[in-house]
């Protein structure tokens, strides 16, 4: 990394990078700061070649990230809250991001957290977290896209119940609503996400930003125009060498290596 961030530890493991938002005193609670540093973060890595695939996580074993830091709400004018949502979005940052992010629950995935984990393309979670979108208890909404894209993954009315009870549901029951992918023992939870990650940093990059483009666009646009921006990017698959290497590799009987970005 060539910036110094306080709130933030980057490390990297090969081709996957792992981002910890670093506050476990605060139950990883998004200040200003540590929204602003995450999104440099993804700002660096995304011109990064040597990483193709992040994990994003919470520091220590208690929370992925407990919400936006509600000390920071105690004085804020409408006017000052809606510029710093506008102006550097972590949850745009992660939405935007090109190359495939995992969320990696560790424990409270809650407010904000669970708008991050929900921005980010995978989620697997510890059999110890928990998840909520607890704003309603404090006489506000979710802001992060919480009332969208929780709605788009688990449907109306599992993300009404949430959203409006407030209530928090453990790991197992957001498998069972289709909020996380996986659930997997606590201490199994960092070696199971990377083996995740390094499979998906072995496929073609290329292929990869263009996958998940098509896929986002299934909830932003109607089947029709989908289905035709899809075969757009399908088609343009085949002026990457990656396509030619894809293909040669499987009809020659051995692995892909998928090189540069
Ligand atoms: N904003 C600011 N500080 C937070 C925070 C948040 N969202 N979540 C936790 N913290 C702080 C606590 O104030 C406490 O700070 P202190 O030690 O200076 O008093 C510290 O983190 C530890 O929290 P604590 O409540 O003692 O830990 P816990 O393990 O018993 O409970 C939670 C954890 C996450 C259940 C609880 O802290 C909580 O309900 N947090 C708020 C969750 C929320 O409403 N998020 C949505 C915000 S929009």
Same mark, same amino acid.
């Given at each position: 990394?060539?910036?110094?961030?306080e709130?933030?530890?980057?490390?990297q493991?090969?081709?996957?990078?792992?981002?910890?938002?670093?506050?476990?005193?605060?139950?990883?609670?998004?200040?200003?700061?540590?929204?602003?540093?995450?999104?440099?973060?993804?700002?660096?890595?995304?011109?990064?070649?040597?990483?193709r695939?992040?994990? =994003?996580?919470?520091?220590?074993?208690? @929370?992925?990230?407990?919400?936006a830091d509600?000390? &920071?709400? /105690?004085? %804020?004018? !409408?006017?000052?809250?809606?510029?710093?949502?506008?102006?550097?979005?972590?949850?745009?940052?992660?939405?935007?991001?090109?190359?495939?992010?995992?969320?990696?629950?560790?424990?409270?995935?809650?407010g904000?957290?669970?708008?991050v984990?929900?921005?980010?393309?995978?989620?697997?979670?510890?059999?110890?977290?928990?998840?909520?979108?607890?704003?309603?208890?404090?006489?506000?909404?979710?802001?992060?896209?919480?009332?969208q894209?929780?709605?788009?993954?688990?449907?109306e009315?599992?993300?009404?119940?949430?959203?409006?009870?407030g209530?928090?549901?453990?790991?197992?029951?957001?498998l069972?609503?289709? =909020?996380?992918?996986?659930?997997?023992? @606590?201490?199994?939870l960092?070696?199971?996400?990377? &083996?995740? /990650?390094n %499979?998906? !940093?072995d496929?073609s990059?290329i292929?990869?930003?263009?996958?998940?483009?098509?896929?986002?666009?299934?909830?932003?646009?109607n089947?029709?125009?989908?289905?035709r921006?899809?075969?757009?990017?399908?088609?343009?698959?085949?002026?990457?060498?990656?396509?030619?290497?894809?293909?040669k590799?499987?009809?020659?009987?051995?692995?892909?290596?998928?090189?540069?970005?």
């Open positions: 990394m060539s910036q110094a961030y709130t933030i530890l980057v490390e493991r090969e081709r996957v990078a792992i981002v910890t938002i670093n506050r476990p005193d605060k139950r990883n609670a998004l200040n200003i700061q540590t929204r602003a540093e995450g999104a440099a973060v993804l700002d660096e890595l995304r011109g990064d070649t040597s990483v695939v992040v994990v =994003l996580t919470g520091a220590g074993d208690k @929370a992925f990230i407990a919400g509600i000390n &920071e709400f /105690a004085t %804020r004018t !409408a006017i000052t809250q809606r510029e710093v949502m506008l102006e550097r979005s972590l949850f745009n940052a992660i939405d935007g991001f090109p190359k495939p992010i995992i969320a990696m629950v560790n424990g409270f995935c809650l904000g957290g669970c708008e984990a929900l921005a980010c393309d995978i989620r697997v979670a510890s059999e110890k977290a928990s998840f909520g979108q607890p704003e309603i208890n404090l006489g506000i909404i979710p802001g992060g896209g919480g009332t894209r929780l709605t788009r993954l688990v449907g009315g599992k993300a009404m119940e949430m959203i409006l009870t209530e928090i549901i453990d790991a197992q029951t957001a069972a609503i289709g =909020l996380v992918n996986h659930v997997v023992p @606590a201490d199994q960092e070696s199971k996400t990377l &083996e995740m /990650a %499979r998906i !940093a496929k990059p292929a990869l930003r263009l996958a998940k483009e098509a896929v986002k666009l299934a909830s932003r646009s089947l029709d125009e989908g289905l921006r899809e075969v757009d990017l399908f088609a343009l698959c085949f002026s990457s060498e990656h396509k030619d290497e894809g293909v590799a499987f009809l020659e009987k051995r692995k892909p290596e998928f090189k540069g970005k």
